[in-house]
Each structure stands twice: as structure tokens, then as C-alpha cells.
């Protein structure tokens, strides 16, 4: 018996190590794919990995040769993602990178990006400081503040029951955090919005217990909260406001799209959370809903935004390179102003003044899915689409 | 013959125990004198407090007349009163050398040389050499403490004693555990060290405090029970009594 | 609608609960470090497990009062196969290796948690009357906080019936400060070791679920908490669990009224707290050992 | 080869050998950026020596003088910050007033906090370093105004380095970052060596070794530990200027509790006691991170596996081997 097992391992892996090497038609063309797979975000990562994936896959090939994705896991920490990036660049002659859930971590990438000299397409970062940061730094994919904030208070104007309501503002303890409530805030006072308090209320991410805060909020009797929270924490919020008897009172206006898996999980509590987002499954065009059952297929998760900004956005870089016709830093940034790609979400197009996309975004509120494919119990419906025009930044 | 060391009604309460109870205790600047008393009776906690290691309820201790209770132990070590332990405590990873030289280094000075060789300080490393030539321990030199036999690394327990050249030593029952020729080995050392030094021992082996002692103290429950000569405290009755018992 | 009286009513109930939880956490852990001088880094880990075991066994149907009953045997039978393999070797190494040790056992217990339910917040849905909220002097409080108020005094009252009535409780005591005496008298005291660890990693499961609905369960909860239990047991004493009593409300309060009124702040003033506490009482409140 | 009559130090054996290996070593890491010219290996190997320096400076905490301290990576960032914040607002060319400036302030901060570490001891120590650690890091992490909170310092200059009059190249320039760490942490270990080796060196082994007896026999046990602890921030400080210089980047995460109990992997990793192994520590922790965590998004459980095995069968770490085998041979 055991003469018999010896012979055995040995074949496999002699098998193992003489497998047929897969003949590369041509080198492929190397793309760093940076994104959180672990820490407080990572299920935000991982939807953006799947939407990388799906574009790569469905591009097939650039400039004739193959795409072949390596993906790091930043751990939604600068320094960790800065020596990931140059690992990607140096060790594995990455042509670009693609991908970054935070601001913190984008900021401390573009800071780099001289040394790495490779063009950088973030599909998540929303921090207003990206506007014409760096000529090889590029933003495609999530709705920057301003124009979030734009969506949300053109929203509540449109709204009478919202209007009228005094807003407790609340925000995550980070750069986009403080960037998405100071946007909200002045934008507000312009257009008469009533804010409870100017100097923003600032929570450590990691907080897990909101009922201090939620005490703060019920003291103060404000009648509605608007919160930039990271989108995975969001549903968590509306949880226990809703377990301290707040959700037929106090509405629930977000900087930042919740996550539909973390809907799921919030279930009944998280319902009438309104706010602007780039996209949501339950917008209606032959684009979207071909896309959506196609990454559904694929992945068996529920679409989200996460995961459609990263595939247009790496569907930009992809054709980028194409038009340059190279695999030159400069050649495919100069390439990436201007660029336009019709997807689920319309014409994404960026722009060359300042390297930050314009889109079309919806204004949503979760409530009660219908019939859905998908066995979504929660769902974002749209209420209104704002064009790219109406969000600005003007060009 | 001035007095070293005297205390002035020294006490410590554990508790509601009274550990040490009013001890007024005195000793010369030399000669041999020991501590006896059934066990608990407070031996080695009035050995804590004059050493330092644990603070006194109340009472004085002074030293050459200035008053020293309660004074850190680095002090009173750097003042010349040092200590042995019941329980051996060396340095143990380091060498008997090492562990000589680090207190030869602690009396002599110069630890704050931060740049020059452990080497440059000539005289501590020679004086090193001399007290464990004394003591007999020069070939276990560069052999780490730990694997010392028992017997030696009591002897090197008093070493390290000594090397802080003391003025008063204290050595809490040095002999346990060791064989009769150590016991002898290390008593005669003892008794030609209180020619020079004052010396307080404190013990169980009754022939070799008898036979050495110059003046002898005894201890019950925290109290001076008798002092006196070897002589006279084996006369006396009380002393008889606390050990033995009182006869029905 | 909250009125001064509602806001205290709020902050001295959230205090209760947060000193509530990181009570239970913290006997635990102390439970460990009194009895076999171990301090387990991957406490946090286990209360984590034991959250999630709890939101599992409540989303297959079980009740979360039984869920709170089998999760902490099942992560009690985890503790036991922990200790049996990698803690009871470590019996006779220094302190420095078994910190090490648990922190490499947290790193394993948080990666399995990923493993094992993914990166996804979840939430234990509450049995039908715990839900809603109860108007107490002019705010509304939610049921299940109050609940849960109840629930802790009932584990701790349980777990002061044990040590202090029964006869393992006796022994779990005398070893914590003669370990050596309790050895003569015939006591395997790998055993001890055994019930130690076990009984902390139970205490640990259990804040885990009753932590559960009042907090989100997602993969950091764990390490979140292994700090302020830290802050709690150093407070309090090592091993001394009147200690960490004392030092759960103290820190509770301080933490709750400092998020209330200087949010930023809020965590330096509590390790400025611990700082100054152990600079001037190096043993903690109520000094080392007594187990009690 | 060792003749006990002469008044020798004890572990002065083998010694030509020993230096022919430090000499090799320090030229082939010298040569090395030049042979191979990847920039990725070149920026790696850079942060196993920031990191191997820190490591350094904790084992002369906790290999010498025996005080376990959680998140000595504290002062490796209020002087990185320091840095950061001297070259960002007062003036950015000055590379060495900036690394002054970091590592007095890094000491003044460190002596107050090290006079109250060395009032306790034992696992009282090791959880106030964890107390005061943790008020750094939430200090940094909440000042935004100042520090940039979560994102970190943004905008560091790239002064130039200039050592001994030689101007090597800008601190972005990996080739010149690179060799201004191999110097600086060369001078630091051979420093570092020279103090452990001095009297001052004994009197904090003997306070490792039996921290009682050390006051019995006249060693001021806390003003020797209060030494030893400032010597070791002073080169935690050191190891923060260079990170920032060479990262250009510095955030709350790298001051966090698990990136100091990174560290104290690193050091036992390495083995205690041994300066260098402190080094041959952090390269491999820092491999091992790095490789395993591209392997798999589930790197967290490999990496506690090791850390486990390493525990439980590899005691005195890769360096400490050596006595292992000794002991093994010794039967």
C-alpha cells in the first residue's frame, strides 16, 4: 500500500510540473489593480475587483495582446497601498493602475505617482481634491462631493416633506468625510437649507456603538440627519437610529450610495435613505439591465455601484490605450482626456480640463424591492435623473 | 566603639500582624553578630526594612547617626549596607565573572561610560579577579550562573555581596542547602570577614552560630526576646522556652 | 422631544450598557490572566466568533435566547481545542511568548471569521417583543437595551454563583493566588488551566452576542474591543475582578459622556485616563491577585 | 585561544571572524543597489533596514533590559511627524535640521512618558506602552488640522541629501534614499554595539537579568531603565526620520497597536539579544507580509499560522538558532 501511494505522488506532480505552458500569442499588457479586500471596506473592494474583472474579460485584448490583471490588496491604508504600487510598477511592469476605495489611500498614491510614472485611474476616491490633481492622475467612477452634494440638495428642494427639515450633519473621521459635510453645508446655506450644526459632528470609522450619537441627534430634535459614511457602515446607522424609534422621524439624507449587500443585511430598518448616485440596478435602459444580469451571472452578487464605476472605468483606461497606441505613461494619460464610454450608466466621458469624469446620476430611495432576479429584499429606486451638465463642475 | 547601626522601636504591620514589634537592635563597625528565632519570628522581614526592600510601619533605623529609614535600596548599598538572599538571586544568564565585575562596576562607578570598553575600567575588573580569587571561584569564571553547582552559587551569592565592599553585611541564612564542608568553608570565610567588617547573620545551624558568633540576638513573634553572648544565651530560659516549648 | 431629563436618562442607560459589555469582555479575559497568567490577545477574536455563531444560529431559526445559551458552548468547545493544542505548551514560557502567541491566534481567528461569513456587516434580528422602543421619563429607549442591562446582571450574577457556591468555583479561586498549595492538595492543575480558558472564552462568546444587536457583527469588532477590555482590566487590576467591575463603569461613563459632549476627543481622554492610573497605581484600582 | 589568566572580556572569541562577516555584509548591501538596479528590491530592502533599525531600538528594550513595550512604532511616527512637519512649513531643503528637530522632539515627548514607564514593571510596563501608544496614535489621528488625520501628511518636499559633504541625489530618488539608510543605520548598530558592550550596556543586562538584585547591589534601577529607554526612542526616532524621507508619506496606520506588535514580531523574530538579528527579524516579517498577503485575500490566517509555529518551535528565532544548535550539539 504504501509502495502505492509513493508512485502516485510522484506522478501527479510530475504532471504538475510538465503541464503544457500556455503559449503566449504576445506579451501581456500588465495592469495593477489596487483595491481593499481586506479591513473596514472590503466588501466594497471586492465588488470593485469583479467590475475590473468583467471589463477585462470583455474587452478581451488591447493593442492585440492579452490584459492580464494583478490585483494587490491596499488594506485601506496609504502606506501599505504606496508599496503595493510600486511593487506592481517595478517588480511587475504594470502599464497602469486602476482601482483605490479611499481617499486617503488616493491622495498618498497621486503623491507617488512621479516616482511610479505610470497613469493612475481611481473608480471609487470622491474627495474634490483630485480635480486636476496631476496630469497622470485620473478620477472615473464615483460621483465626486460637489457633485453629490448638488444631487442631494437639488433633491430636497424637490422634495416638500424634505425642504423644510433642520439637518444634523454627520460625518466619518477622514478626508472625504469632512470634504462631502463642509460641500453639503455651504451648498445648504445658499439654497436656504436649515443645517442644526456648521462645525460637522466627526465619528472615528471603526465605530461600531452609534447610540452616543444618536443621542446627540435626538437631543438636539433636528428632524433630519445627512451622513457621509463609508457605504458599508451606512445601513449599520440606519439600523440603530431606527432601534431608537427615529425612522418615522428623522430622514436619512446620504453623501454616499449604501452598499446593496449591506441593504440585505439592514433589511427593514434601512428603508427611506435617500441620496444622488451615480447609478443604481433599478435604472431602466437596454445598457444597464444587460450589463446587470451579465455580472450577476458572472459573479452571483447583487450589482452595485461600486462594481459598475470600476468597470467603466477600467473600459476607459482599456480604450485609452487602444487610441494611444502604446503602453506610454504619457501617451495613454493624453489619450484618457476626453475619452468617452456609453455604459450602463450613460456617457462617462473625461474630462480634459481637469481629468475627473462627467456623467448622468440618478437621485434614489431605498425602500421594499419588487420582483427582482436577483432576490433583493431592499432596493435604491430612482426617483430622478440629473444630466452631466446639471451636477457641473462647469469646463 | 561607636555604633554602626542602631533602630529605635523599628515595627511592621502586615495586617493586624505586627512582623517586627519596637526592635531596638545595634551593632560595632565590626565583629560577627546573629539573628535567631523560630521560624516566623520576624528574622528576615527586620532584614527587609534595614536593607530597604520594604518600607518600615514605624520607628528609626540610623546608620553612623544620620537617620536612614526608609531611604531607597540603591542608597543605602552605595552607603555600604548590603544583603544576601534566602531564595538565590544572581544574575543568572550572566558569568560568575560578569556577575562579580557588574557589582565591583556598581560600587567603584563609571557605569554612566557609555562609549568606552566594559575593559577600560581598570581597577574594577582587577578587583574582580582578586575577590574571586579569594573566594576560590576563579575557574568557574566564564561559566553562566545558572550552571553553577547549589554550594557555589550560594558562595556566589555572598560574592556579590561583598564586591559592594560593604561597611555592614547582612546574609540571610547563607548556608541552607549546602554540604558540611561548604558550611565549614564559607563560616570560616564569614568569620575572618567581621574581623574586618560588621557582619549580621542570620541562621538555623545552632553549632555554627554558636561557635561563631560574637554577640547574638533572639527573635519571637516580631520581639527582642534575649541578647547577649553565645554563653549566656544558651543558659538562658526564656530562649530554651521559645524554641522548645514550656515544659508541661 | 428629548428634553434635558430624556438626554440623561439616554446617556447614564448607554453608559450602563457599553460598561455592561465591556464588563463581561473583560472578566474573561481577567478570568484567563488571574488563573494561569496568561493574557490572550485573541479574546477579541473569540467575543467576534462568538457574535457570529449567535447571528448564525438565530438566522436558522434558533431563538436568541437558546442561541445565547449554545453559541457560548460551541466557542467554549473552540477555546478548549485552543488551549489543548497551542496554550497548555506554553504553560511554562515567559510571558513576552504567549502575548506573541495569541496574536498570532488572533490574526488566525480574524482571518477564519472572513473566511468563514465574508466581509459583510450582519445584524442578529431580535425576537418580535425585544423590538421597538420604551418611553422612559421623555425619550424613547430601545427594549432590547434594557434587555440586554438585565442579561448582563443575570451572567454576572451567575458567574458570582459559580466561583463563589461551587466547588470548582472554589478551586478556580484558591489556584488563582496559591497555585502551588492547590497542586499539593491533588488538583490537576492542567485542568484548572483547561477550565480557566474555557470559561473565558464562554465569557467572551457571550458579551459577543448580547454586543451583537447593540453594535454592528463585521470582521474588526474584535480587535475594537480587545483594546478597551485591555484599558478595563489594567484599570481594575490584573486578575482582580471586583477590579474590572469598578473599572467597566468608569470607563463606560467616561467614554459614553465624552463621545456625548467632546465626540473628537472622546478616546484620548480615556487613554490619558489609563495612563495616569497606572503611572500612580501601577497594580490598578484595587491592586493585583484577589480574585474576587 | 582564550586565556582566562589575562584579564580578557569573555565573549571575545572568533572575533576577526565576526567582523570579516559584519564587513561583508555592510559592502555586499552597499554594492547591491548598483548590481541589480531593480528599484523594487532596492525600496524593499530599504524598509527592512528603517524597520530592522527600529526593531533594533526595541531590542535594546526588550533583549537588554528586558521591559517589553507594545507599540515602540509610536515614536518611530511623533518623529516621522515632526519630520514631516519641519520640511513642510519651516523649511524645505534642511534635511538634517529637519531629522534634528524630529528626533529632540521625539526625546523631550519620550523622557516624561519614560519617567512614568519606570515607576511599574513586567506586564504594567508592556500595557502602559500600550496606553500612552494608543494616545499617540489617537492624538495624530484627531488633530486633522495639523497632522491630516487619517490621510497622513500630505505634501512633503524632496530635500536633498548631502552626507559628509557628498551630494547623493533627492530623498525621491530611491538609489540616494537608499544608501543615506545604509549609512545612517550602520553608524546607529555600530553605535548601538559599542553602548550594549559598555559599562552602561552591563548595568542594563543586569537589570534584565534580576531587576531586584540590580538595586542590591547599588544601581539606580529606574534611572538605568529611564536611560534605556530614552537610547531606545532616540533610535526609534532615528528610524522614524528615515522612514518619512523615504516614503514620503506618514499616517496614523503605521503608529497603530498592530504595527507595533509588528515590530516586536520583528525582534523575535530575529532572536533577542542579538542587535543583528533584529535586522535579519524585520526583513523576514517584512517578506512574509508582503509575499503572502499578494498570495491570498486570506492572508491574515497564514500569516497567524506562522507566527504560531514560530512560538511554539522556533523559541530564540532565526538568528537565536544558533544557541538552539549549540544546545542540541551539547546533548
Redesign the interface.
Known sequence: MKRFITVSLSLMIAVLLFAPQQVFAAKPVKIGVLVPLTGIVAQGGLEMKYGIEMAAEEKGTVLGRPIELIVEDTRVKPPVAVTKAEKLVYKDDCKALIGVFSSGVGLALSKNIDKLNVPFVSTHVMTTKFYGLHPLVFRSGQLANDQTAVGNVKGILARPDLKDRTYYVIVHDYSWGHDAGERFIALAKENGIKVYNDTYDKAPIKTKDWSSYISKIKASGADGVYMAFITNVIPAFAKQTSDFGLQGKVKLVSAAAPGPLELEAGGEACHGIFGASDWAWDVDNANSNDWEMRFWKKFNTIPSDAAVHSYVGAMNLFNAIEKAGSTDAKAIADALRGISFDGPYGNVRISAKDNCMRNSAVLTETMAAPENPFGAKVYMKVLKTFTADELGPPE | MAELLYTENLCRRFGGVMATNKVCFSVNDHGLTSIIGPNGAGKTTFINIVTGKIPASSGKIFFKGNDITNKPTHDLVKMGICRTFQINSIFEDLSVFENLRIAKQAKNGGSLRIFSSKQSLRTVTEETWELLEHLGLKDLAIRPAKNLAYGDQRVLEVAIAMAGNPKILFLDEPTAGMSPTETKHISKLIKELSKKICVVLVEHDMDMIMSISDKITVLQYGSTIAEGTPEEIRNNQQVREAYLGKEE | MGGTIGIIVDISLNSLVLSGVFLIVAIGLNIIYGLSRIMNMGHGALYAVGAYTGYTLVATGFNYFVALVIAPIIVGGIGLLIERTIIAPMRKRSMVYTLILTYGLMFFLDGMIKYVWGNKPCFIDLPAFMQGTLSILGTQYPIFRLVTLFLIAGIMGGLMLFLNKTKVGLILRASSTIPEMVSCLGINMSYVHMGAFVLGCIMAAMAGIIAGPLTTIDPLMGSEMLISSFVVIVIGGLGSLRGAVLAALLIGFVQTLAEFFITDLAMVIVYVLMAVILAFMPRGILGEGKFE | M?N?TT????KKRFVPLKIFIVVLVFVGLGLFPFMSG????I?MIN?MMIYGLLAMSLDVL?GYTGA?SFMHNAYLGISAYVVGLFLIHISPASLWMACFAGIIFTSIVALPVGW?QV??????F???T???G??FH??V??W?DVT?????L???PNPDITLFGWKLGST?D?LAMYLFTLVIAAICFFLTR??I???????L??IR??E??A???????RR?KLLGWMLACLLAGISGALFILY?????P??MS??AG?GV??MV?LGGLGSLWGAFVGAAIFIYIQ?YI??MT????????????F???FL?TGFVGLGDHLKRFRKG
Do not use: C, Q
Not at chain 4, 7 to 10: Q, R
Not at chain 4, 148 to 152: L, R, S
Open positions: 582564550n582566562t584579564i580578557p572580556g569573555i531593480n528599484r523594487f528590491y525600496s524598509e526588550l517589553l512614568v515607576r511599574t514593571g513586567g506586564l504594567a508592556a500595557l502602559l500600550l496606553a500612552f494608543m494616545m489617537t492624538i489621528w484627531k486633522y491630516g488625520g487619517d490621510d497622513g500630505m505634501g512633503m525621491g530611491p559599542r553602548i558592550n559598555s559599562p552602561f550596556g552591563a548595568v543586562e543586569a537579568e534580576n531586584d538584585r538595586s542590591f547591589i547599588g544601581i539606580n534601577v538605568y516614503k514620503g508619506y506618514i499616517g496606520s503605521t497597536a498592530f506588535a516586536l514580531m523575535l508582503d498577503s499578494t485575500e486570506h492572508w491574515e490566517i497564514f500569516l497567524g499560522l506562522v507566527v504560531i514560530l512560538v511554539l523559541p
